[in-house]
């Protein structure tokens, strides 16, 4: 087995290659966006939140999220995790179709798209200007839940910490994108790949689904949105944020994983982690803490 890393990291673009015998491994960033801290720990004092942070030596008021995209590349297929903000998340991201490019990886050649939710950061980057679909070849795959729930006119959003209003204009955007991409879309339950399993995590949305990526003797989990941050949300998982649809339960997913993956030593992915988005959960003292891998490190 070949396994070398080629990582590019400038200000203007970021990839990673990893290569095995069967599969090419990629993680692309779709950029950074800037969010409020008002997102963040709803019905804590942001006293408290300041000084969780501090502890890090983060005194920024703001929260700056990446967006770590991975594509797995096989002899039959290109499979990309989750189309990034398209270009309606302003300065700082979108940046996903210049940086494949860069990778060297035309849109037309993606054969599958797998979402891990339908958020908008997720899936806004599948569609351009006048409607065009910016991965014009490609199977879209949503999980049923998920799907049924933003088609519902009766979707539940009391659960969360966000008004109701708001969900409710999110979710008409959401139902006309996926009306827009009806022609495309492949509903799923279970298995999908060899190399993909998806693992149903309810709570960010009802849909919202992890996934375990086995390639070849590599294996690691794809945790999707269950964490946003590597500090706030280690550290006191029942903070939580705005976005999770039922925000109990989102909680309760993200204890959940801490302690699975602190206990099995499982490496695990993060959507919104720091670049390239790979490490792992530490407990100390009761208390979670994200170890960060800079570069992805296969085994031999």
Known sequence: MNNN????????????????SDFDLLVISDGEVQYDNSCFAPGVSRISLQQARAKHNILSPHFKLTHNI????????????????????????????ANLKIAGIEPYELTDIVLTHAHPDH?????GNNDQLIFPNAKIHIHQKEFDFWQDDDADFSKSKSPASSLKELQQEIKSMLTILRDKLYLFNDTLFDFLQPIHAPGHTPGHC????TLGKEAFIHMADIFHDEIVL?????????????FDLAANARQAVLEEYAQSGQKVFGYHLPWPGF????????VYEWVQEQLYNPKD
Do not use: C, E, Q
């Open 5 to 20: 890393v080629d990582p590019i990291s400038t200000s203007d673009s970021k990839f990673t290659r990893t290569h095995f």
């Open 70 to 97: 991975l594509l797995i590349i096989s002899k039959n297929s290109v499979v990309m995790i989750d189309a990034g903000n398209g270009d309606k998340a302003g300065p700082g991201a979108g940046k996903l179709v």
């Open 123 to 127: 899936i806004y980057g599948l569609i």
């Open 210 to 213: 992890m996934f375990a990526v």
């Open 234 to 246: 280690f550290a006191r998982p029942d903070w939580g944020t705005v976005f999770d649809v039922n």
């Open 279 to 286: 490490g792992y959960i530490n407990k100390v003292d009761k």
